[in-house]
């Protein structure tokens, strides 16, 4: 997976990761990173973790909140106006100090900033602007559907460039959220799936040859869940329900959306 901070030299390096275990925030900043850097102690969605500098600047960029780099208290009222999506909201909110929010874009991620934060994003290869210079904006497609709060309907759904979408658990909280988005989240410890990991079993496939919709319900898959009766292209299939939603996107119907 292409990295989504360019100027992070060594976000994977998990030296800082693992002193988390122990849960001291003393011994994690007593630590140096594989870079000779000390390890920062960091609070993200209510979790603690002991992270590299690099880890630790991506951190601060979605909400957490970290014992060093930039000493200011974090400041959220810019990043809350990410969640509208739009520059305009952005460059017309201030921050807590009265100045103007900043809209970046980094690797295609676009986020509201204000002056310290867009001054870290840059150093990681973004793009600030308190002008119009950045047009695209941030995706909430796959966002929305985390309000449903199943896994099923992220993995089914695509972002506003085709892709799947990617369920990811940060810190305890599930997200939907777009590829990009899944690999920041990645980075600062969260784990994204895009639903489709066992989109090669065959146990379904097989019941096709007995071509009868109730053999294919009564089956299940190597999870142990029940097999879906598609039909894609007028042809009849006994999927995975991964399958199934991949049908799906294919213009298929399957017993599931009946």
């Known amino acids: 997976t292409e990295m989504p901070f360019g100027?992070?030299?060594?976000?994977?390096?998990?030296?800082?990761?693992?002193?988390?275990?122990?849960?001291?925030?003393?011994?994690?900043?007593?630590?140096?990173?594989?870079?000779?850097?000390?390890?920062?102690?960091?609070?993200?969605?209510?979790?603690n973790l002991c992270l590299s500098r690099e880890q630790a600047e991506i951190a601060k960029q979605f909400g957490g909140d970290c014992s060093a780099g930039i000493k200011d208290p974090y400041d959220p009222s810019c990043l809350v106006a990410s969640l509208s999506g739009d520059e305009a909201t952005c460059e017309s909110t201030v921050d807590s100090d009265g100045n103007a929010c900043e809209w970046c874009s980094i690797n295609s991620v676009n986020l509201c900033l204000n002056a310290e934060q867009a001054e870290v994003a840059e150093q990681l290869g973004g793009q600030c602007s308190t002008g119009h210079e950045i047009k695209d904006k941030l995706d909430a497609t796959c966002l929305q559907v985390t309000l449903q709060g199943d896994e099923g309907a992220c993995a089914?759904?695509?972002?506003?460039?085709?892709?799947?979408?990617?369920?990811?658990?940060?810190?305890?909280?599930?997200?939907?959220?777009?590829?990009?988005?899944?690999?920041?989240?990645?980075?600062?410890?969260?784990?994204?799936?895009?639903?489709?990991?066992?989109?090669?079993?065959?146990?379904?496939?097989?019941?096709?040859?007995?071509?009868?919709?109730?053999?294919?319900?009564?089956?299940?898959?190597?999870?142990?869940?029940?097999?879906?009766?598609?039909?894609?292209?007028?042809?009849?299939?006994?999927?995975?329900?991964?399958?199934a939603q991949a049908a799906a996107l294919m213009g298929g119907s399957c017993s599931s959306m009946k």
């Open 7 to 47: 100027g992070v030299s060594d976000p994977y390096d998990p030296k800082c990761l693992q002193v988390t275990l122990q849960g001291d925030e003393a011994t994690c900043e007593s630590t140096t990173a594989t870079d000779g850097n000390h390890c920062e102690w960091c609070n993200v969605a209510s979790a």
């Open 156 to 243: 089914a759904t695509v972002d506003v460039v085709g892709n799947r979408c990617e369920w990811c658990s940060v810190a305890s909280i599930n997200l939907c959220l777009t590829s990009e988005q899944a690999d920041a989240a990645e980075l600062v410890g969260g784990t994204c799936s895009t639903g489709l990991n066992d989109i090669y079993d065959t146990s379904c496939l097989q019941t096709t040859l007995t071509g009868d919709e109730n053999t294919c319900e009564s089956t299940m898959d190597e999870e142990g869940n029940a097999c879906e009766w598609c039909s894609v292209a007028s042809v009849d299939l006994c999927l995975t329900s991964e399958q």
